[in-house]
């Protein structure tokens, strides 16, 4: 991955590169606020040279014409090489993004090697020709649907979860025979920039998969708009996801976005809150609650809301906090010192709007990681729906505490949102629990549990959050063109009546 200079290259064309421009960007650690490493810049340029080489290689047919067969066997063998490299993934996933390694060694990485298992075992099994019913009218003819794949990819990815969120659009654009251009978030993009080296390893073709991390204002733009480009995959804000539909349209490219969130999660009056109480905690907090889909607007019947508060923060102050590489951290930093600014003011928001602070709500330096970006964990009460910091997406590890009278009032809170990612509900009764689910107007709703996402089932947005859905068989039709075939079975010219439905083409 590393350059002469010991710069990370961008990855093209099989081939660790610097950019065009020399220019280089650097990549901190939140956890102490320092540069760990450098990594070429991509621009315009880059870019354009990476959709060449995915798009030679995609005409040339080393990948898009293989067998699925053939396909599914890389794809395995890029399960076996992540686990090879588990521990300098891991390292690189925790330096760049601030991820505990303790959730990252025991669920990030074996959920991208069981992504890659799946969709091998997916693109086995997926209906690449399909035969229609044979009818006897007009005339008799052999029709079928085959699936091709899209042609060069584009990926743009969010830097939360750098690693599952890039390999959700790798695993199935390669599975589905496409090339592909993948542009990191800047924040993190090591663990992406890895992938090109593991892919290699495991017998992927050169310029199949490019990896071009640089600024979403230059290189990002560029691989929204390229005309050479088919198809686009985004990950990130709702606003960079509009803007990505522009850039889009100029070629109408195929479009999906998995945007921004602000799930409801209700808890019932009959919940069991043993596991309801630190399960609502899971649901915020995970990744500091830098989560598209994370529970951030707990919805509390007035009768318990007393007691969840009062035992969410007895939950919440026993949280360790501070170096993210240590295995009894429970959370360490949020991104970067913007993302901890933007965080605070939303603090403050939530004060200078009436809700009341229960918890947190400050910054944090812990002993040995002062420079870091770490801020405590908080919980707000007294908010109504109308509040910013319960009607934005925080990206931080904020509680919007909201009180309802009834089912119907919970319901009524729970969709007034321009989102509609992920949603949940706490209760005993499992009638009531699917009655919500359905009432639920999001795309994944849990009852009784909160992000548990699996590779074979689809992800993705209602309203505002998103276009489409990764994951699952749902996740690769994403990444294939439908084609009818129509074979016409009749020899005799006088049999084709249809044709004399145009007069001039009697003879
Ligand atoms: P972001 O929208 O700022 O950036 C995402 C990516 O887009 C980055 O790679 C960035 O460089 C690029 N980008 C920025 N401006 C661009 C432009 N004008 N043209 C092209 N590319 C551009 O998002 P983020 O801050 O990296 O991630 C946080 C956001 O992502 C949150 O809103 C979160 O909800 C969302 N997210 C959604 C999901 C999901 O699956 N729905 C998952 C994770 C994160």
């Known amino acids: 991955m590393f350059l002469p200079s010991g710069v990370y290259g961008l990855f093209v064309d099989g081939q660790y590169i610097e950019s065009v421009s020399g220019e280089t960007f650097d990549v901190i650690d939140p956890s102490m606020g320092f540069a760990v490493a450098q990594v070429a810049k991509g621009g315009a340029e880059d870019i354009d040279r990476a959709v060449k ?26 399960a076996k090489k992540i686990m090879e490299y588990a521990e300098q993934m891991a390292l690189l996933e925790v330096q760049s993004s601030g991820a505990t390694i303790r959730r990252v060694m025991s669920s990030d ?42 042609g ?19 695993a199935p654009g390669l599975a589905m025979g496409n090339s592909m251009v993948v542009k990191p978030a800047s924040y993190t993009p090591l663990s992406t920039l890895l992938m090109g080296q593991i892919c290699k390893e495991a017998g992927l073709p050169d310029g199949v998969l490019n990896i ?46 998995e945007l921004g969130g602000k799930s409801p999660n209700i808890i019932l009056e009959d919940a069991d809150l043993d596991i309801a109480v630190p399960g609502s905690c899971f649901a ?5 609650g830098q989560v598209c889909e994370s529970g951030t607007r707990l919805l509390v019947p007035q009768k318990l809301h007393d007691e969840v508060v009062e035992r969410m923060c007895h939950v919440i102050g026993r949280l360790k906090v501070g170096n993210p590489l240590d295995l009894e951290t429970d959370l360490g930093p949020v991104i970067s010192a913007q993302q901890l600014e933007t965080v605070l003011s939303y603090i403050e928001a939530g004060k200078q709007d009436g809700a009341k602070l229960m918890v947190g709500g400050k910054r944090i330096r812990p002993e040995g990681f002062e420079e870091g970006y770490y801020v405590e964990p908080t919980v707000f009460t007294n908010v109504n729906n109308d509040m910013r910091i319960a009607k934005e997406e925080i990206f931080g590890p904020v509680l919007s505490v909201i009180p309802y009278k009834d089912l119907d009032d919970a319901l009524r809170i729970a969709n007034d949102t321009i989102y509609g990612l992920a949603g949940g509900v706490w209760t005993k009764d499992p009638k009531k629990g699917l009655e919500v ?35 699952g068989h749902f996740g690769l039709e ?27 083409l009697k003879e």
């Not at 804000?237 to 889009?248: D, E, F, K, W, Y």
């Not at 009784?448 to 089932?457: E, I, K, P, V, Y």
Request: contains cysteine; charged residues 20%.
């Open 53 to 78: 080489a995915a798009r030679s290689s995609f005409e040339s047919g080393v990948w898009s014409r293989v067998s699925p067969k053939e396909r599914a066997s890389v794809l395995d063998n890029i």
């Open 109 to 150: 990485i074996m959920l991208v090697v069981d992504l890659f298992l799946q969709m091998a075992n997916f693109t086995r099994d997926f209906p690449h020709k399909e035969p229609l019913a044979a009818i006897p009218l007009p005339g008799p003819s052999h029709n079928f649907v085959i699936r091709e794949p899209v």
């Open 152 to 170: 060069v990819c584009g990926a743009i990815s969010p830097w939360n979860f750098p690693l599952i969120l890039g390999c959700w659009k790798i």
């Open 212 to 257: 071009v991390p640089g600024p979403g204002s230059t290189a990002g733009e560029t691989l929204a708009s390229h005309p050479d480009v088919d198809k686009i995959a985004f990950t990130g804000s709702t606003v960079v996801g509009r803007r990505i539909m522009q850039l889009a349209a100029g070629t109408i490219k195929k479009v999906t976005l």
């Open 284 to 288: 915020f907090l995970l990744h500091n």
């Open 437 to 471: 689910a359905r009432a639920i107007k999001a795309g994944t709703v849990w009852i009784n549990d909160w992000h548990l996402l699996r590779n074979d089932a689809p992800f993705g947005g209602y309203k505002q959050s998103g276009i489409g859905r990764e994951l």
């Open 478 to 504: 994403e990444y294939t063109q439908v084609k009818h075939i129509h074979q016409s079975m009749v020899q005799d010219r006088q049999r084709r009546f249809w044709y004399d439905r145009i007069v001039t």
